[in-house]
């Protein structure tokens, strides 16, 4: 499994306030980020896998739509995660 419980809460203790703050929005992104590149990498073997480029395309839709929360609330630390993750935005 790619994605373990202690990786998951490295990302949250990283980008969040603390490991058990799961919620906070930057711990989102970071996770989600995470997740697009791995299937990214997924779908660039197996390119007629639908189901999993579904999936990617929601995926990127959630992380679309916190970032943009998080830019509405908060431009700061939008600045910084995107800075952070080197997303494109």
Not at 4 to 10: D, F, N, V, Y
Not at 25 to 45: D, V, Y
């Amino acid at each position: 499994m790619y994605l373990t419980p202690e990786k998951k809460q490295e990302f949250f203790a990283k980008h969040g306030k603390n490991a058990q703050d799961t919620g906070s929005a930057e711990g989102q992104i970071a996770m989600f980020s995470f997740r697009i590149a791995h299937l990214t990498e997924h779908l660039k073997k197996n390119r007629k896998d639908a189901n999993t480029q579904r999936a990617l395309i929601n995926m990127v839709g959630k992380r679309r739509r916190l970032l943009d929360y998080l830019k509405s609330k908060d431009i700061e630390r939008y600045r910084a995660i995107v800075k952070e993750l080197g997303l494109r935005r």
